[in-house]
Nanobody
Framework: QVQVVESGGGLVQPGGSLGLSCAAS????????MAWYRQAPGKERELVAA???????NYEDSVKGRFTISRDTAKNTVYLQMNSLKPEDTAVYYC???????????????WGQGTQVTVSS
């Protein structure tokens, strides 16, 4: 099995910073893409940022220049550094990893449980 655990959410004032981390563990042979999604109340889940195994990144337009995604391949961990936070960034943030498990030839997506980020004064 594969476990995906996020950490680092919380309450922050507008203009503040917060860092999220997500670690995958279990019967992992390799990880390709890693990504962060978010879901605000009453809205659909949306992609915030993604990073490939080669380090290429892409960001949702509203977070460009404020958020930075990175990964530590050796630790099967992905990070999201969020700066200049705005109230509209408030959401539950989910980690997604695309994993190839031992003895299984194809990749599959695994999700974390989500971590709440609240931006409010």
């Amino acid at each position: 099995q594969v476990q995906v655990v996020e950490s680092g959410g919380g309450l922050v004032q507008p203009g503040g910073s917060l860092g999220l981390s997500c670690a995958a563990s279990g019967s992992i042979l390799s990880i390709s893409d890693m990504a962060w999604y978010r879901q605000a109340p009453g809205k659909e889940r949306e992609l915030v940022a993604a990073i490939t195994s080669g380090g290429s990144t892409n960001y949702e337009d509203s977070v460009k220049g404020r958020f930075t995604i990175s990964r530590d391949t050796a630790k099967n961990t992905v990070y999201l550094q969020m700066n200049s936070l705005k109230p509209e960034d408030t959401a539950v943030y989910y980690c997604n990893v695309r994993v190839r498990r031992l003895f299984i030839p194809s990749f599959a997506d695994y999700w974390g449980q989500g971590t709440q980020v609240t931006v409010s004064s």
